[in-house]
């Protein structure tokens, strides 16, 4: 489905001031740890990345990029809210080639149940701070019934043996759709329809 993907360029001041708004949305690792769900101390990068490709999404839609920060968490569950294109999950990669929308199942079901969509960005800031793509999107019913795995951590255990992170659902790009404002608002007045007749 998705092959169609949308180029996004920032300019040196923007990124800068998402740089900037990503320590801000770190402060937390002070609290709870710097560390991703691999072991690895990188939670700033994380909101780096984070950042940088909500607010491409964002601006798409005519929104801000949510500036407020969170003691306990890096954002309220929603990374981009539009009235008009729904609320969105926003998830980054830096695989350009064979990309895939990764969603861990313990964000299900509290934080699925405010998101509409499941938006996938590529962006690699050792590459470029400046570009990224907008891949595609699922739709929550899409990702829900999305088939399950596990991925192979770097780091071993003591004994030797493999470890593995959290089980996650999976969509490779061509299970996604192309990133198409029209498309989406046609699924959004479908989704509106449904809760209606509920």
């Known amino acids: 489905m998705a092959n169609n993907r949308i180029d996004i360029n920032l300019t040196n001041a923007e990124v800068d001031w998402l740089y900037r708004l990503a320590e801000e949305r ?6 709870l740890g710097n560390r991703n769900w691999s072991g690895e101390e990188d939670s700033e990068n994380k909101h780096i990345f984070g950042t940088v490709t909500e607010f491409a999404v964002a601006r798409l839609f005519g929104e801000d990029v949510d500036k407020r920060i969170f003691n306990l968490s890096g954002d309220a569950g929603v990374d981009v809210e ?6 969105h999950s ?5 695989f350009t080639v064979e990309p895939y929308l990764r969603v861990p199942l313990s964000e299900h079901p509290v934080k699925t149940q405010l998101v509409d969509f499941f938006t996938l960005c590529y962006y690699e800031p050792s590459k470029s701070r400046n570009f990224l793509q907008i891949i595609g999107f699922a739709t ?3 990702l829900l019934s999305a088939p399950h795995k596990q991925f192979e951590l770097r780091k071993r255990l003591p004994n030797g043996d493999k470890q593995y992170g959290p089980w996650n659902y999976l969509l490779c790009e061509n299970d996604l759709h192309n990133f198409s404002q029209k ?6 007045r479908r989704m509106a329809h449904q809760y209606a007749i509920v």
Request: charged letters at 35%.
């Open 26 to 31: 770190n402060r937390k690792a002070a609290d």
């Open 82 to 87: 539009s009235y008009k294109y729904g609320n």
């Open 90 to 94: 926003i998830k980054a990669t830096s």
């Open 140 to 142: 929550k019913p899409e």
């Open 183 to 188: 498309l989406l608002l046609r699924y959004r």
